[in-house]
């Protein structure tokens, strides 16, 4: 049996939108790749999720749900969609 992970928030504590960076997001498009996203562990920091690592809270997306976009994409104020 696969178990499906949880997706993480799409905002941070902060209120920080973890796929475009904006403080209090509420861009359609990133709603929308957020709830259509499925995550899986980090490979990086193999979920633990320290500092340096840019996954969110030690999940990283597999999917996304805009067309011709990476699905993650590190960049320096979020995810790139």
């Given at each position: 049996m696969i178990r499906r992970l949880a997706r993480p928030p799409r905002l941070t504590?902060?209120?920080i939108?973890?796929?475009c960076g904006q403080f209090g997001c509420?861009?359609?498009?990133c709603v929308a790749s957020h709830n259509d996203s499925t995550w899986r562990i980090c490979p990086d920091?193999?979920?633990t999720a320290p500092g340096?690592?840019?996954c969110a809270y030690g999940l990283?997306?597999?999917?996304?749900?805009?067309?011709d976009r990476p699905a993650w994409a590190p960049l320096e104020s979020g995810w790139a969609r």
């Open positions: 504590f902060a209120d939108c973890i796929w509420t861009d359609s498009e920091c193999r979920g340096w690592c840019m990283v997306p597999t999917t996304s749900a805009v067309p």
